[in-house]
Antibody, heavy 119, light 107 residues
């Protein structure tokens, strides 16, 4: 069964850092591009970041560029999102999503992990 | 950035009736358009990709059409499990962008 399991969410103060992880199983992780998508409370979906199959290409929303870093470890079937200089507006549920080899629609979603940025 | 605009924001439909949801892109996205369904407290689910291709396991009552800047998701006969929020997303250009969503509610 294809599965994505996020972890690492929690409460952090403004200006702080957090690292989200996504454990993938049930498919050949290295064959798929991956993305992070977030959803603020009561709001719609917002794409955050994407990474190619090899990790050589990374992409970011303007709202997080320079603050967030995406990476992957294909040997461990893991996807990461390093979030620095966090702001209140980063508060959201963060979803890990599987794309295809080259097309970045979200074919499979995890259940999400909640990040709250508050003092 | 490509802006995706969905209409209407809310659609009230009786079970068994059909529903038509619209999604407009601020510039052409070719056929690189996906639709998702999200129920309260759940992760989104992929319905349609490539503007008109149903994802695995999606019932035939869901259909997508359009290309360029105008897209439509049609649900032919709403079942109780179809009442949810629907989002479109373009993957033609970076950054990827979602529409604001259409809530399909029971009339």
């Amino acid at each position: 069964e294809v599965q994505l399991l996020e972890s690492g969410g929690g409460l952090v103060q403004p200006g702080g850092s957090l690292r989200l992880s996504c454990a993938a199983s049930g498919f050949t992780f290295s064959n798929y591009a991956m993305s992070w998508v977030r959803q603020a409370p009561g709001m719609g979906l917002a794409w955050v970041s994407g990474i190619s199959t090899s990790g050589g290409d990374t992409f970011f929303a303007d709202s997080v560029k320079g603050r967030f870093t995406i990476s992957r470890d294909n040997s461990k079937n893991m996807l990461y999102l390093q979030m620095n200089s966090l702001r209140a507006e980063d508060t959201a549920v963060y979803y890990c999503a599987r794309n295809t080899g080259t097309a970045y629609y979200m074919a499979v979603w995890g259940e999400g992990t909640t990040v709250t940025v508050s003092s | 950035e490509i802006v995706m605009t969905q209409s209407p924001a809310t659609l009230s439909v009786s079970p068994g009736e059909g529903a038509t949801l619209s999604c407009r892109a601020s510039q052409s996205v070719s056929s690189n358009l996906a639709w998702y369904q999200q129920k309260p407290g759940q992760a989104p689910r992929l319905l349609i990709y490539g503007a008109s291709t149903r994802a695995t396991g999606i019932p035939a009552r869901f259909s997508g059409s359009g290309s360029g800047t105008e897209f439509t998701l049609t649900i032919s006969s709403l079942q109780s499990e179809d009442f949810a929020v629907y989002y479109c997303q373009q993957y033609n250009n970076w950054p990827l962008t979602f529409g604001g969503g259409t809530k399909v509610e029971i009339k």
